[in-house]
């Protein structure tokens, strides 16, 4: 008796007799409720069922749909945060172990032989050997159970994968056979693996390996051409017809046959003299898809010796009903290969066919796959409720549909795993790749949380009274939104952010803070930029004065590593210092030590905030598909309605309680994807107005603070929705989820960039501003003097710069208001206004800039971005210069009435700031933008006044 007759004895049961024909049914089917009912058990005792085969459609089928899986799903979710890709795979994991428990006393009474349950690794490596072996391997250890199969596809790539998978003692079921050809490879991997272990001296005992050939599929393909030629009026139309429903059985056999000649092989021999076990075949794709025939075609018809049948429940059930028991398999050989000869005679082509059942076969397990994975992630949301944020979309058909069609395109070329991957060829191809650290940057951060933790108790018990981080841009933005969404917490200082030139506005900080209890945090990527190192220089010489030798000590930076901060810091005896991650650029370097140093200063709840950050980045992970993943979704929001649909102005509002996010995502927005005249053009903490006073160039970002809402704004943006403006309302439940956000912007700016078709890392056009900004104080440090600079109009305390083109443009007018008027003429539907204010940044001026951009765009219609410098240079700065040339800009100076040294230098703050102001100008000139500066002479605040009447006469 050999091992396949054992569990015989009930006559009447057509599945319990195919033991006696060496044939073992297995089930192409599993589900929890199944296995936890009881069911499953009951097959294997009274119907002889010897094994289990899932795959991607099987488990989406399972897992999809109904309530089964929900309370682990709960369960895992209260434990750990996780992306759907792993939630898919612990309650994949889950039913495995449970069915190979269940099989486990099969595979012991069959000595091995029977008794697997098989997991298909992802259908996304399908093409990728090296990939699939470490899944196989990963599969393998997860599971943990000696009756496990790991399905492997059979492609080209998948064969060597099933080589080098049973070379190390891993089971292998070979799923997507369908060819013979295909078929002789896998034999091939399957020998030439067992081989190599013989050939290291290791057992080929125990290991098993099955090789799925499916059938069902080939007749669906081939009885469709014959219908079709049929239906055209072949001649051949009766032989045609004959052929209905043999092929694959035909096909099916040959393989068979095949085998039969490989177990008979010396080479064989050899390998079952050592104890292998021979591969055997597998019929899949057994369940009758065309309905005029039998229902069990596919069973009755391939049963032989040494082959498993893993067939699914319906067709499980009808054979067991009445399903017809012989040797089909070796009946009429010659018969099968008439079918084959005849199929060729008539122009079939099995081969190709069988070639695209391959590319279908990967491909449709792909989408079961990203369906289950989308189901999974809905549903993880929804449980999730309130500890992640929430998006809703509001948009105008048109654009609604252009975006479905976009997620559907990053679906199907599975863009959101190439992103993660690093592919550079998803923006520009070229160094693209060597950016995406902050992708797993919040992973490291928790893995290296007690050095944060401890750094924060020191930080505590100095007692600082204030903390003063110097920096631009990126490294001073994501500070900002932490200081102002969280304010000051017991026991720890307060986080003031500096980030000017203006010497009023440093003098203003100077003030707030207590030199002698205060942390300096000087914070820079490159270590190399400018103000930090100026400022810097400044208020080291003023610490020193109150805290003589002992001023290293209250001095921290952050910085890359080798940078010349770095140096600067050991030279002068910093306290501590941080270094950031060189694969990260400043503007999403928010989660790395750039926001999470000054976090731990202020005394933030470290954990809890990365926990948050955690939550967006498993929601944006590689395993979401775009449809379910916030990240892509935000991303092709924004990215479409620049492209196609001329809606770049990406309008920035939240709630009071968050309103600083609005900063940082203009620097991410802006200075990511406005380059190459193309780009999202960020309009940050415009109020929000009625309907009426936008044209057609905008689309909406509500950040709605659940906890504390404004029902001014939310009136205002129903009434956006109502009047069919694309509206975005994103709401966080609580002020941690910034930390969320942070990360899901960043990856849907990522996303943006990639749909525009720019380089979402670099800033090619900030340079130029630096070169024209040293150009100026080395000048003035050789003369001690700047250089001329003739305005070409005034008008009281005005005076009016501009390079000569501009000039020209404006020079019909000799009064501030037909200047202005004139600037403002140039603009037109689709552009936007900017005013960039080189100004102290307080209260009093953000309110006059906020008052003065109102009257701007309710006069033109236009969108507008208020601006202070030289912060938004290392900001928005990129998308002036580089992005789409729609911008009207002014520059609006003033006389410093203050001044600053810095110290080492013969030039001041005040030059320095002159200096940006005239180097931008410059460049932006030079870019061919319409740009005009104002300088105010004399008192600033009643300068300004007359400013806001001016332009409000102007427009
Ligand atoms: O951190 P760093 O190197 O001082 O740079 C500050 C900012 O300046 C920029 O390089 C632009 O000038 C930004 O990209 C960056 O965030
Ligand atoms: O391994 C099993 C196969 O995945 C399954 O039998 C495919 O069957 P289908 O062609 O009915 O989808």
């Known amino acids: 008796m050999t091992a396949y007759e054992a569990g015989t004895g009930d006559a009447a049961n057509p599945l319990k007799q195919l033991a006696r024909h060496g044939q073992s049914p297995w089930l192409d089917f599993i589900q929890r409720s199944y296995t936890e009912s009881g069911k499953l058990k009951k097959l294997v005792e009274e119907d002889g069922l010897k094994g289990v085969t899932s795959n991607p459609s099987i488990f989406q089928k399972a897992m999809g749909h109904g309530t089964d899986y929900d309370p682990q799903i709960r369960q895992i979710l209260a434990d750990r945060i996780v992306d759907a890709g792993t939630l898919y795979e612990t309650l994949a994991i889950h039913d495995i172990r449970a069915a190979a428990k269940v099989l486990h006393p099969v595979y012991a009474q069959t000595a091995k032989v029977d008794g697997y349950v098989s997991l298909e690794v992802s259908p996304y490596l399908a093409r990728d050997t090296k990939a699939t072996i470490a899944e196989a391997r990963r599969l393998w250890i997860a599971v943990g159970a000696p009756n496990l199969m790991i399905k492997i596809p059979g492609t080209d790539e998948g064969a060597p994968a099933v080589q080098a998978a049973i070379a190390e003692g891993i089971n292998v079921n070979v799923t997507l056979l369908f060819s013979l050809s295909a078929y002789k490879k896998v034999v091939e991997a399957y020998i030439a693996g067992l081989e190599e272990r013989l050939s290291r001296g290791e057992s080929v005992k125990g290991i098993a390996s099955v090789a799925s050939f499916f059938v069902s599929r080939i007749d669906v393909k081939i009885d469709k051409e014959i219908d079709a030629r049929i239906a055209a009026g072949d001649r051949e139309a009766e032989s045609l017809r004959g052929l209905r429903g043999k092929v694959a059985i035909a096909n099916a056999k040959q393989a068979y046959e095949y085998w039969q000649g490989i177990v008979r092989s010396p080479r064989w021999k050899k390998l079952a003299d050592a104890g292998a076990m021979p591969q055997r075949l597998l019929w899949a794709s057994t369940s009758t898809k065309d309905k005029t025939f039998s229902d069990v075609l596919y069973v009755d018809g391939l049963i032989g010796p040494e082959t498993v049948n893993t067939i699914p429940p319906a067709t499980f059930d009808d054979f067991r009903d009445h399903g017809r028991v012989a040797d089909t398999l070796t009946q009429d050989l010659p018969g099968a290969h008439r079918v084959i000869s005849e199929a060729r005679r008539l122009g079939l082509d099995l081969d190709g066919v069988t070639r695209t059942l391959v590319t279908e076969g990967v491909r449709g397990f792909e989408d079961a796959f990203d369906a289950l994975l989308g189901a999974i992630a809905a549903k993880q949301a929804a449980f999730l409720g309130n500890k992640v944020t929430k998006t809703t979309l509001n948009l105008p058909a048109s654009l609604d549909t252009a975006v479905r069609e976009e997620l559907e395109a990053w679906r199907t070329k599975g863009n959101v795993r190439r992103l993660w991957a690093g592919d550079a060829t998803l923006w520009t191809g070229r160094d693209e790749g060597n950016w995406l650290k902050w992708l797993t940057i919040v992973d490291d951060q928790l893995l290296a949380l007690s050095k944060f933790e401890e750094f924060q108790a020191e930080v505590k018990a100095r007692g600082f009274r204030d903390a003063l981080l110097l920096g631009m841009g990126g490294s001073s933005l994501g500070p900002e939104v932490l200081a102002q969404t969280f304010g000051k917490h017991e026991g720890f200082p307060h986080l003031y952010v500096l980030d000017s030139t203006d010497p009023q506005q440093i003098r203003d900080f100077q003030d707030r803070i207590d030199i002698s209890r205060t942390l300096f945090i000087v914070s820079s990527k490159s270590g190399g930029t400018l103000e930090p190192n100026i400022l810097k220089a400044y208020f080291f010489d003023q610490a020193k004065k109150v805290l003589g030798d002992k001023v290293g000590s209250h001095f921290i930076t952050v910085t890359d590593p080798g940078s010349h901060m770095e ?389």
């Open 567 to 955: 140096d600067v810091a050991k030279k002068d005896g910093f306290w501590k210092i941080f270094y950031g991650e060189k694969q990260i650029g400043g503007r999403y370097s928010v989660l790395s030590d750039f926001g999470l140093v000054p976090a731990a200063v202020a005394g933030l709840p470290l954990k809890l905030l990365l926990e948050s950050a955690l939550r967006g980045e498993k929601s944006c992970a590689a395993s979401v598909p775009p449809a379910q993943n916030p990240g892509v979704v935000l991303g092709s929001v924004l990215g479409v309605a620049a492209r196609d649909f001329g809606r770049d102005k990406v309008t920035i509002i939240a709630s009071p309680g968050i309103y600083d996010m609005g900063a940082w995502l203009e620097q991410l927005l802006a200075e990511s994807t406005g380059k190459d005249g193309k780009g999202l053009i960020p309009i940050d903490d415009e109020t929000i107005g009625k309907p009426d006073v936008y044209g057609k160039d905008r689309v909406f970002a509500y950040l709605r603070l659940a906890e504390d809402p404004c029902p001014r704004q939310d009136a205002a943006f129903a009434a956006l929705a109502e009047a069919g403006e694309p509206v975005v309302t994103i709401e966080l439940h609580e002020r941690r989820q910034v930390l969320e956000e942070f990360f899901r912007w960043e990856f849907a700016t990522a996303v943006a960039g990639s749909i525009i078709g720019i380089n979402a890392f670099n800033q090619p056009d900030v340079e130029a501003s630096k070169i024209e900004t040293k150009k100026i104080t080395n000048a003035y440090n050789e003369t001690g003097k700047l250089p001329p600079y003739e305005p070409f109009a005034k008008d009281g305390p005005f005076a009016f710069y501009a390079d000569p083109k501009n000039a020209a443009a404006l020079k019909a007018g000799t009064t501030a208001e037909a200047i202005l008027k004139a600037h403002f003429a140039r603009a037109g539907a689709g552009d936007y206004v900017a005013l960039l204010a080189y100004i102290d940044r307080d209260t009093a001026t953000r309110e006059w800039i906020q008052k003065v951009r109102l009257s701007v765009r309710d006069g033109l219609k236009l969108a507008t971005a208020a601006e202070f410098g030289p912060r938004f240079q290392h900001s928005t700065g990129q998308a002036y210069k580089g992005g789409p040339n729609t911008g009207v800009f002014m520059q609006i100076t003033c006389d410093d009435v203050v001044n600053l040294p810095v110290p080492g230098e013969k030039y001041t703050f005040g030059i320095v700031k002159e200096a940006q102001a005239r180097g931008d100008m410059e460049v932006l000139a030079e870019r061919g933008r319409r740009v005009l500066r104002v300088h105010i002479h004399g008192d600033l605040k009643s300068g300004l006044e007359k400013l806001a009447q001016a332009i409000s006469a102007a427009v």
